[in-house]
């Protein structure tokens, strides 16, 4: 019964390949994120949706593109991954915009 | 952009002192600032959060108070313990961004 939760846990993979990171809530939320924390703990917003449509898409290399098939699923997809991607990756949801965040467990992803 | 600052990065308290934490902000129209706590490996999770019209706000051991007239609020934990050792970040929503820029966060560690 995760309220928010994304899979895989850990990901490790070769510069260049691409990879996808799943993400479901069944908090009936309406606003869905993706974040990325450095080695450094910094949480950065990457994007946002609202109701399925794109509201935040910060300075993002285009090699990541988010995906929303409905209100309860976000995606996250990387193509030619890089070493500096790697980090820990969290999906978060909240009932609107600037609401309280519920994250997921976060995605470990290491790129060799 | 937003622009939030949070100081220490670092705090090592004895078992039952107090501990603060501070951030400043740079909008001011933001109007909801949270605090999460993440402990090692976990996710973040809300432990408290203020909005714009209310100066303090207390749970159990911890509050928050905030200055709007100064653009900074702080966390405040009385009587700590070993299970309050996380990293803290504070976080500050702004309505015209739709977006909550999280501070760079503090390492609490509680010695017995």
């Known amino acids: 019964d995760t309220a928010v939760s994304q899979t895989p846990k850990y990901l490790v993979t070769q510069m260049g390949n691409d990879k996808s990171i799943k993400c479901e809530q069944n908090l009936g939320h309406d606003t869905m994120y993706w974040y990325k924390q450095d080695s450094k703990k910094f949480l950065k917003i990457m994007f946002s949706y609202n109701n399925k449509e794109l509201i935040i898409n910060e300075t993002v290399p285009n090699r990541f593109s988010p995906k929303s098939p409905d209100k309860a699923h976000l995606n996250l997809h990387i193509n030619s991954l890089e070493l500096g991607d790697s980090a820990v990756y969290f999906c978060?949801?909240?009932?609107?915009?600037?609401?309280?965040?519920?994250f997921g467990s976060g995605t470990q992803l290491s790129v060799l | 952009g937003e622009n939030v600052e949070q100081h220490p990065s670092t705090l090592s308290v004895q078992e039952g002192d107090s501990a603060v934490i501070k951030c400043t902000y740079s909008d001011s129209a933001s109007n909801y600032f949270p605090w999460y706590k993440q402990e090692l490996g976990k996710r973040p999770q809300l432990i408290i959060d203020?909005?714009?019209?209310?100066g303090e706000k207390k749970d159990q051991r911890i509050a928050v108070t905030l200055n709007k007239t100064a653009k900074h609020f702080s966390l405040h934990i009385t009587e700590t313990q070993p299970e309050d050792s996380a990293v803290y970040f504070c976080?500050?929503?702004?309505?015209?961004?739709?977006?909550?820029?999280f501070g760079t966060g503090t390492q609490l560690k509680v010695e017995l």
């Open positions: 978060a949801s909240s009932q609107d915009p600037g609401g309280k965040l519920f």
């Open positions: 976080a500050v929503y702004t309505g015209g961004g739709n977006k909550l820029t």
């Open positions: 203020i909005r714009s019209n209310v």
